[in-house]
């Protein structure tokens, strides 16, 4: 299933938000520049490595505090599919609850987000060697937010039936509650099987989507989601 757009209005324009899609963007860009010894190099850098974090394996020439790669890894993606859909998702979810938080919340919700669903994921995973990357964590403690803010909103979604490809109407409780019962499902599933996380493998971190769909849900009313009235 595959969001198009939602029908709720804003009144303020999202400016961070708009900033941390070309951010995302523009970090890409940078790293499809690099040769592949180059681009190893920077994402053993700049993204999540459990093993590091733990300090169960060697850090080795670390130019930054291994902590900070929680949130840097957040702007870090794998290819143009994983860029593409994280930035589809921010796109259509991130507006209205940018909207509701202000800006300098939305932000700091946002990255808090992120930094939460990266342990969610190192938790269970703590002397992984494979880097962990992508703004998905971040993302879904948006749709976390956004699930509580607006549940009725009807989302257009595109929905593939073999050959042909249709389009439904899906309230966000019934779209993203399904999305988040799917993660929850494979952070169960993957406990029982050995799962590459990261850009090498092309894995999927379950448990930061599964973590921090949670804790946006939780920081979202904190950070006030319902102060503002429309």
Not at 37 to 58: G, H, I, N
Request: proline share 5%.
């Amino acid at each position: 299933m595959v969001p198009l757009k939602d029908n709720n209005p804003i009144t303020t324009t999202p400016y961070i938000n708009y900033g941390l899609i070309i951010i995302n963007i523009l970090i890409f860009i940078y790293q499809v520049s690099l040769t592949q010894q180059e681009l190893q190099r920077f994402v053993r850098v700049a993204a999540l490595v459990p093993c590091q974090l733990s300090a169960t394996c060697p850090i080795g020439n670390q130019l930054i505090p291994e902590w900070l790669t929680l949130i840097t890894s957040q702007f870090l993606h794998g290819g143009f599919l994983h860029l593409g859909g994280n930035m589809l998702f921010l796109a259509i979810f991130g507006n209205n609850i940018e909207d509701r938080l202000g800006h300098i919340k939305y932000l700091i919700f946002y990255l808090s987000c992120g930094v939460l669903a990266g342990l969610s994921q190192w938790f269970f995973s703590q002397n992984s060697t494979i880097p962990s990357l992508g703004a998905s964590g971040a993302i879904a403690g948006v749709l976390g937010a956004y699930i509580l803010r607006f549940p009725r909103t009807q989302i257009l979604t595109l929905v593939p039936l073999g050959f042909f490809i249709t389009t439904v109407r899906l309230p966000a409780y019934l779209f993203l509650g399904f999305w988040f019962f799917q993660q929850a499902f494979y952070s169960v599933a993957s406990l029982q099987v050995r799962s590459n996380i990261g850009m090498e493998s092309g894995g999927i971190a379950y448990w930061a989507h599964a973590g921090g769909f949670v804790f946006g849900a939780i920081l979202a009313p904190i950070f006030g989601l319902y102060d503002k009235r429309h």
